[in-house]
Nanobody, 121 residues
Framework: QVQLMESGGGLVQPGGSLRLSCAAS????????MGWYRQAPGNQRELVAR???????NYADSVKGRFTISRGNAKNTVYLQMNSLKPEDTAVYLC???????????????WGQGTQVTVSS
């Protein structure tokens, strides 16, 4: 069973920093891409940042210059370093991975359960 395990959410003041982690586990053949999405009450789920197996990245315009996505040395882990946080960043952040596994050798999209990030003074 493939699972995405998230950690690092919490409460921070505006201007503060937070680092999110997500690790994929299970019978994985390869990972095409991993990323972070977020969803706030009343808003649609949006892409925050994404990184491919080759290291290419893309970011939402609202977080460019403040957030950085990276892959761990084990290659099954993704991090999101969030700096200069704003109240508008408050949302549930969800880890996402597109990967090939024993159950879905042609590829499948997986989601983590989400971690709450709250930016408030």
């Amino acid at each position: 069973q493939v699972q995405l395990m998230e950690s690092g959410g919490g409460l921070v003041q505006p201007g503060g920093s937070l680092r999110l982690s997500c690790a994929a586990s299970g019978s994985i053949f390869s990972i095409n891409a991993m990323g972070w999405y977020r969803q706030a009450p009343g808003n649609q789920r949006e892409l925050v940042a994404r990184i491919s197996s080759g290291g290419s990245t893309n970011y939402a315009d609202s977080v460019k210059g403040r957030f950085t996505i990276s892959r761990g040395n084990a290659k099954n882990t993704v991090y999101l370093q969030m700096n200069s946080l704003k109240p508008e960043d408050t949302a549930v952040y969800l880890c996402n991975a597109v990967l090939r596994s024993r159950d879905y050798p042609h590829g499948y999209e997986y989601w983590g359960q989400g971690t709450q990030v709250t930016v408030s003074s």
